[in-house]
Nanobody, 126 residues
Framework: QVHVVESGGGLVQVGASLRLSCVIS????????MGWFRRAPGKEREFVAA?????????YGDFVNEGQITISKAGAKDTVYLQMNRLTPEDSGVYYC??????????????????WGQGTQVTVSS
């Protein structure tokens, strides 16, 4: 079993930056690809980004503009960050961290990921 815990959400102003963190624990010896999804009020869950267990490969959602959102791994392979810049109210929502059962599985489909965190709220105020 793999446990997923996100942190770092909060209330920020338009144009601000925010970094979300996610740590997985439990049976993580084999390495796990990890990703982020978000759900805005009244909208479908949306893929944000994913990264391979060693950080060698990344995959971003279609809406992501270059430099606005970056996914990265910490030195500890069980920790992933989501750096978000130039935030707008449209970025508000609950952000969920996910983990795959394999080290390399990157996908934009939520059903691909068996492990999910509880989510962290991001609110961008204008």
């Amino acid at each position: 079993q793999v446990h997923v815990v996100e942190s770092g959400g909060g209330l920020v102003q338009v144009g601000a930056s925010l970094r979300l963190s996610c740590v997985i624990s439990g049976r993580t010896e084999r390495g796990h690809a990890m990703g982020w999804f978000r759900r805005a009020p009244g909208k479908e869950r949306e893929f944000v980004a994913a990264i391979a267990w060693n950080g060698a490969s990344t995959y971003y959602g279609d809406f992501v503009n270059e430099g606005q959102i970056t996914i990265s791994k910490a030195g500890a392979k069980d920790t992933v960050y989501l750096q978000m810049n130039r935030l707008t109210p449209e970025d508000s929502g609950v952000y969920y961290c996910t983990a795959d059962s394999t080290p390399w599985g990157l996908s934009a489909r939520p059903e691909h990921y068996p492990y999910w965190g509880q989510g962290t709220q991001v609110t961008v105020s204008s």
